[in-house]
T-cell receptor
């Protein structure tokens, strides 16, 4: 069973607009969530994380929101830039530093 | 550059052969992880080390797979008697000891193709 799901395989956004990537999880023991970005032929690059004791974390153009009651998190990128075009993975852990469980990824395309 | 490095980047082998991959983590990181990623999927956890101790192994890690981290620094992942289903990207990651803020940083991966 997939404990972390990204239901949108792809998303297309115009440059300058907001990109919203969504992620749902089922395991209530998850307490630490991360977003990674991946370009072809490279490993995932860490973007931003959030602990379950928070509902929002912001880093520059990137903001992650966590809704624990809905078991849902989202990544907002604003403004979106063409260089943001990549595959984005959400990941979850039961204890920061242990194994990560990843979603299937969402391919973001930012059009100039 | 002091990021996670992996060698080789690409490996093509014939079914039944053994292969070994190497991972060098970020130097001050105690934890080292191996993941596998197939096309269109997210990475799947295989195993992880705290220093030289292997603390957890996934059900995905069949007995043909073995990982070591003999001195708590670099790690090797060996696959014996490779099968076509082993074709995937093998990713290594490292982090400091557990705790909030100890994100895992990934290497570029080793792409394995089994013919």
């Amino acid at each position: 069973d997939q404990q972390v799901k990204q239901n949108s395989p792809s998303l297309s956004v115009q440059e300058g607009r907001i990109s919203i990537l969504n992620c749902d999880y089922t395991n209530s023991m998850f307490d630490y969530f991360l977003w990674y970005k991946k370009y072809p032929a490279e490993g995932p690059t860490f973007l931003i994380s959030i602990s379950s004791i928070k509902d929002k974390n912001e880093d520059g153009r990137f903001t992650v929101f966590l809704n624990k009651s809905a078991k849902h998190l989202s990544l907002h990128i604003v403004p979106s830039q063409p260089g943001d075009s990549a595959v984005y993975f959400c990941a979850a852990s039961g204890n920061a530093g242990n194994m990560l469980t990843f979603g299937g990824g969402t391919r973001l395309m930012v059009k100039p | 550059d002091t990021g996670v490095s992996q060698d080789p980047r690409h490996k093509i082998t014939k079914r039944g052969q053994n292969v070994t991959f190497r991972c060098d983590p970020i130097s001050e990181h105690n934890r080292l992880y191996w993941y596998r990623q197939t096309l269109g999927q997210g990475p799947e956890f295989l195993t992880y080390f705290q220093n030289e101790a292997q603390l957890e192994k996934s059900r995905l890690l069949s007995d043909r797979f073995s990982a070591e981290r003999p001195k708590g620094s670099f790690s090797t992942l060996e696959i014996q008697r490779t099968e076509q289903g082993d074709s995937a990207m093998y990713l290594c990651a490292s982090s400091r000891t557990s705790g909030w803020g100890n994100e895992q940083f990934f290497g570029p991966g080793t792409r394995l193709t089994v013919l």
